[in-house]
C-alpha cells in the first residue's frame, strides 16, 4: 500500500502506518513514545494491562526495523516508561538481531532509567540534515494544554523555519472520528505546521490527545494514513 510523502523544510517525510516516519534522503526512520514497559509498571502498581500489549509493541518494532533494512533508527524520546524491567529489558535482545541499523535515543522525560547498551546511544537532540529531533516541542505544557508555543521555538531557534524544522514526540497527538449520531472514534495523527511535525505515539499502551491547534493533521485509520484537515 503506497504511503503519503510530505515535504517538511526542504526534507521528504513518508509517513507509516504504524506512526513511524521515514527520511528517505537520510535513510532515518523515526519513532516517537514507545513507552516499552508500561505494561509492566502498571501491574506492579496492582493495575491490571495486558501483556499482550507489551508483546505487540515488540513485535510492531521488529516489523518497522525489517521494512527499513540498514536504516538509522532515530527514537523522538520515551523509549521507555521510567524504571527499567524485564519488558524494557527485551528490547535489547530486538537491538541484538539488528547490527545493521544504528538506534539513536533522543531522550525523553520518561527515559530517566536508561541502561548502558553499547547499541543505544542516547542523546539530548540529533540532527539529520534539516531536521532538528527533540522529544519535547518548545513551550509544550501539560498544565496549562499547551502543546507548544512559536515564541518558545524561536527563543530557542532564531532561524526557525528558514533552516531549522523541528521533529518532536511527546505530545501524542490525536483527533476524534465523528460519525452518525453520537458517536465519535479517537484516532492517532501526525501533526504537520510549517517549521513542526510531531509524531503520534508509537506504543500500543500509550493514548492520543487532540492538541486543538492549526495545522496538517494525518490520521492512522487501520494502518492506513489519511490526511485530514489542513
Same mark, same amino acid.
Given at each position: 500500500?503506497?504511503?503519503?510523502?510530505?515535504?517538511?523544510?526542504?526534507?521528504?517525510?513518508?509517513? $507509516? &502506518?504504524?506512526?513511524?516516519?521515514?527520511?528517505?534522503?537520510?535513510n532515518?526512520?523515526?519513532?516517537?513514545?514507545?513507552?516499552?514497559?508500561?505494561?509492566?509498571?502498571?501491574?506492579?502498581?496492582?493495575?491490571?494491562?495486558? !501483556?499482550?500489549?507489551?508483546?505487540? $509493541?515488540?513485535? !510492531?518494532l521488529?516489523?518497522?526495523f525489517?521494512?527499513?533494512?540498514?536504516?538509522?533508527?532515530?527514537?523522538?524520546? +520515551?523509549?521507555?516508561?521510567?524504571?527499567?524491567n524485564?519488558?524494557?529489558?527485551?528490547?535489547?535482545?530486538?537491538?541484538?538481531?539488528?547490527?545493521?541499523?544504528?538506534?539513536?535515543?533522543?531522550? &525523553?522525560?520518561?527515559?530517566f +532509567?536508561?541502561?548502558?547498551?553499547?547499541?543505544?546511544?542516547?542523546?539530548?537532540?540529533?540532527?539529520?540534515?534539516?531536521?532538528?529531533?527533540?522529544?519535547?516541542?518548545?513551550?509544550a505544557?501539560?498544565?496549562?494544554?499547551?502543546?507548544?508555543?512559536?515564541a518558545?521555538?524561536? !527563543?530557542?531557534?532564531?532561524?526557525?523555519?528558514? +533552516?531549522?524544522?523541528?521533529?518532536? &514526540?511527546?505530545?501524542?497527538?490525536?483527533?476524534?472520528?465523528? &460519525?452518525?449520531?453520537?458517536?465519535?472514534?479517537?484516532?492517532?495523527?501526525?501533526?504537520?505546521?510549517?517549521?513542526?511535525?510531531?509524531?503520534?505515539?508509537?506504543?500500543?499502551f500509550?493514548? !492520543?490527545?487532540?492538541?486543538?491547534?492549526?495545522?496538517?493533521?494525518?490520521?492512522?485509520?487501520?494502518?492506513?494514513?489519511?490526511?485530514?484537515?489542513?
Open positions: 500500500m503506497q504511503k503519503p510523502e510530505v515535504r517538511f523544510g526542504d526534507s521528504t517525510l513518508r509517513l $507509516n &502506518g504504524d506512526g513511524s516516519a521515514f527520511l528517505p534522503e537520510y532515518t526512520l523515526l519513532i516517537a513514545d514507545v513507552h516499552l514497559g508500561k505494561t509492566g509498571v502498571f501491574r506492579k502498581a496492582g493495575i491490571p494491562a495486558p !501483556q499482550g500489549l507489551h508483546e505487540k $509493541n515488540i513485535d !510492531q521488529v516489523r518497522a525489517a521494512a527499513h533494512p540498514s536504516a538509522t533508527v532515530v527514537f523522538l524520546g +520515551d523509549v521507555f516508561h521510567g524504571l527499567q524485564k519488558e524494557t529489558r527485551s528490547l535489547q535482545s530486538v537491538l541484538d538481531v539488528h547490527p545493521a541499523h544504528i538506534f539513536i535515543l533522543v531522550k &525523553g522525560n520518561h527515559d +532509567d536508561l541502561p548502558e547498551w553499547k547499541q543505544l546511544t542516547v542523546v539530548d537532540q540529533w540532527q539529520v540534515g534539516p531536521l532538528l529531533c527533540l522529544h519535547e516541542p518548545p513551550g505544557d501539560f498544565n496549562t494544554y499547551t502543546p507548544f508555543t512559536m518558545a521555538a524561536e !527563543q530557542r531557534f532564531p532561524t526557525l523555519a528558514n +533552516d531549522v524544522f523541528l521533529v518532536c &514526540g511527546h505530545l501524542h497527538p490525536g483527533v476524534a472520528l465523528r &460519525g452518525k449520531g453520537r458517536s465519535r472514534a479517537r484516532i492517532k495523527a501526525f501533526y504537520i505546521n510549517p517549521w513542526l511535525c510531531v509524531l503520534p505515539a508509537f506504543g500500543t500509550t493514548g !492520543q490527545h487532540a492538541l486543538k491547534v492549526s495545522g496538517t493533521y494525518y490520521g492512522i485509520v487501520d494502518g492506513t494514513v489519511v490526511k485530514l484537515t489542513e
